[in-house]
């Protein structure tokens, strides 16, 4: 049981708008910023978004990130078929002293 | 961006104690700019974080491991180390070390990740 909450599916056609929920509680995406992670079949993850809705240089400005309260999305428009993949939340959690992942969401480009 | 690499044995005991070791290119291990972290996923499941080291600071582990997990820094070998005791099959999975970003929890740089085996 993981500490953050995803949907363990998304899917969409391309060239739609997807969004993956990530919910969590006051001692983790309530006071600490949240981050998502890309995992493409058979590769480490890789930084999508930071800081809530930072991307890192090169992740295309399709993907978008944003939070309230002790909830926080990942929203992917213009759906391609590379965006096949997992995606995971994470955040600090300041009561385990440690860092926290949602179960991640199996996104289906159809 | 650092490039991290995993190294240790691909298959463990039962009851004996998995070490993996980081080794860091690309910039150091005593940077100010980053902790220093391992993260696991047993197969066909989710990223589990079992814990974080600054190069000069205490570990910090997570509590569903802590009586088994030690994490260590060799800064003369630009390397950091995990030992997981008292395995089970459980414990089987692709084990990741990361670089996180202070004073954030942001991993930003992972390695490819290597496969242990829990298995008599």
């Known amino acids: 049981q993981s500490v953050l909450t995803q949907p363990p599916s998304a899917s969409g056609t391309p060239g739609q708008r997807v969004t993956i929920s990530c919910s969590g509680s006051?001692?983790?995406?309530?006071?600490?910023?949240v981050n998502w992670y890309q995992q493409l079949p058979g590769t480490a993850p890789k930084l999508l978004i930071y800081?809530?809705?930072q991307r890192p240089s090169g992740v295309p400005d399709r993907f978008s990130g944003s939070k309230s309260g002790t909830s926080a999305s990942l929203a992917i428009s213009g759906l391609q078929s590379e965006d096949e993949a997992d995606y995971y939340c994470?955040?600090?959690?300041?009561?385990?002293?440690?860092?926290?992942f949602g179960g991640g969401t199996k996104l289906t480009v159809l | 961006q650092l490039q991290l690499q995993e190294s240790g044995p691909g298959l463990v005991k039962p009851s004996e104690t998995l070490s993996l070791t980081c080794s860091i290119s690309?910039?150091?291990?005593?940077?100010?700019?980053?902790?220093w972290g391992w993260i696991r996923q047993p197969p066909g499941k989710g990223l589990e974080w079992i814990g974080s080291?600054?190069?000069?600071?205490?570990?910090y582990y997570n509590p569903s491991l802590k009586s088994r997990v030690t994490i260590s820094v060799d800064t003369s070998k630009n390397q950091f180390s995990l030992k997981l005791s008292s395995v089970t099959a459980a414990d089987t999975a692709v084990y990741y070390c990361?670089?996180?970003?202070?004073?954030?929890?942001?991993?930003?740089?992972w390695g490819q990740g290597t496969l242990v085996t829990v298995s008599s």
């Open positions: 800081s809530d809705n």
């Open positions: 994470a955040a600090w959690d300041d009561s385990l002293n440690g860092g926290v």
């Open positions: 080291i600054y190069y000069s600071g205490s570990p």
């Open positions: 006051s001692s983790n995406i309530g006071s600490n910023t």
């Open positions: 990361a670089s996180i970003v202070v004073p954030t929890a942001i991993l930003i740089d």
């Open positions: 690309g910039g150091s291990i005593s940077s100010r700019s980053y902790y």
